[in-house]
């Protein structure tokens, strides 16, 4: 089973907790707090993985949970920091934030990492609290709560060369051919359902890796046949070599299923044409075929090169391989759109961002008000409620926020429900 698209939860670990503690020891008066900090939670970290080739794992584990952080000590004892969690990905896999579609990362060389969720920072333990107004705090920070979200992975295969064409041109016949792999070939429409991955060599032993993809057919960019769902594999490829039943064993004129093909690579991804294609005029041990190949070379427009050859009797092909060979040697390791981005000057885009807002305030069919946003919801998730000290000090940060100004605005007066996450509180003037 080949899986190249999945969707998965990730979460950082949460900090750990500072706690309230005092020093307490034989002739020491006054001994004062000692409460440690909470320690770091784990980042969630996608790192590739060169052995693996395919999304296989996260169809079967959709959720990845890094550890927290340790809760911090008496005696001002830091807790300890979460062990990052590291998750194997193959090679070409592309990260996207499913709500944004933001692309985070682009991972394709071996020992590559990304950050995909940051843990959360350790709580404060009351030692940090101690001013001289209040040299002796009941007050700890509960420890940040890690980044989680929803990402889209996409694998686009990393290979060299690409094979392209109508389904049953001959392309999983070339491919098990001139590489040990074992595609499954049989004389029906998309018998090639999933990618399959041949390493090449030469006689001057030169080395490459050929796909083979499923066949494309009109339509193919929006969806039809298994064309939209394999499309993306083209993208990374370094060489197109295109592949032409040019006998028309099914009745289809070869020169219009080159231009059809174009087509649809060029409305996938316009970048497309600008990659080196090779023709292959396939199924030349058949009669008909010297007659369409000669008729083919009259309509051809562009400048590629053709290689007539037979994949069935191996005819032609030691030219072919050179050919290629050669193309890879004179094309750029990276894609062309990575090529012109390295290319071009660096330039700083400043662009006006609004501040996203502290908190939202909104009503329940009951009437309760209730108050959202990421930041109010942090700080109502880092404070320690089982100590008067911590509550007064959260109802000063509202304040300074403008939460208590907003909810009267909104109409809220003494005794009015207030709503925060799943708890309530009770507004009072």
Do not use: C
Not at 36 to 43: E, H, I, R, S
Not at 89 to 107: F, M, R, S, W, Y
Not at 355 to 383: H, N, Y
């Amino acid at each position: 089973m080949f899986v190249d698209q999945t969707k998965i939860y990730v979460k950082g670990g949460d900090g750990g907790n500072g706690i309230v503690a005092y020093r307490r020891e034989k002739y020491v008066p006054l001994g004062g707090p000692a409460g440690g900090d909470g320690g770091k939670g784990a980042n969630v970290i996608f790192e590739v993985n060169e052995g693996l080739r395919t999304l296989m794992d996260f169809r079967y584990q959709k959720h990845w949970k890094a550890p927290r952080g340790e809760h911090g000590m008496s005696k001002n004892q830091h807790g300890k920091n979460a062990k990052d969690m590291i998750v194997k990905v193959p090679p070409g896999t592309v990260v996207i934030d499913a709500e944004t579609k933001e692309v985070i990362a682009d991972l394709v060389e071996n020992g590559q990492r990304a950050i995909i969720a940051k843990g959360g920072r350790g709580g404060r333990g009351n030692s940090r609290f101690a001013t001289p107004q209040n040299p002796a705090p009941e007050l700890a920070e509960n420890g940040e709560p890690g980044q989680e979200r929803d990402v889209l992975l996409e694998l686009k295969l990393l290979a060299d060369v690409g094979l392209v064409g109508f389904p049953s041109v001959g392309k999983s016949t070339l491919l098990s051919v001139v590489s040990s792999a074992k595609p499954k070939i049989a004389e029906y429409h998309f018998t090639t359902i999933v990618p399959n991955l041949g390493m090449v060599e030469t006689e001057d032993n030169r080395s490459f890796v050929m796909a083979d993809l499923p066949g494309l057919i009109e339509g193919a960019h929006q969806g039809v046949g298994l064309g939209h769902q394999f499309l993306r594999h083209i993208e990374r490829t370094r060489v197109i070599v295109h592949v032409i039943d040019m006998a028309a064993t099914e009745g289809r004129d070869p020169y219009e299923d080159y231009l059809t093909i174009n087509k649809e690579l060029e409305e996938y991804n316009l970048r497309l044409t600008e990659r080196p294609q090779v023709i292959v005029a396939n199924k030349m041990d058949i009669p008909e075929a010297e007659e369409n190949l000669q008729k083919f070379k009259e309509q051809l427009k562009e400048d590629y090169p053709i290689y007539p050859i037979s994949a069935v009797t191996r005819k032609g092909l030691r030219e072919l391989l050179f050919a290629v060979a050669d193309k890879i040697e004179q094309t750029p390791e990276f894609p062309l759109e990575h090529a012109e981005e390295e290319a071009g000057e660096n330039r700083v885009l400043y662009k006006h961002e609004s501040e996203p807002q502290d908190f939202f305030i909104t009503r329940d069919p009951d009437g309760a008000f209730v108050l959202s946003g990421d930041k109010i919801e942090k700080l109502f998730k880092m404070t320690n409620f089982s100590t008067d000290e911590s509550v007064r000090r959260f109802a000063r940060q509202l304040r300074g926020m403008g939460v208590d100004g907003a909810l009267r605005e909104k109409g809220a007066k003494d005794g009015d429900l207030v709503r925060l996450l799943e708890f309530e509180f009770e507004f009072i003037e």
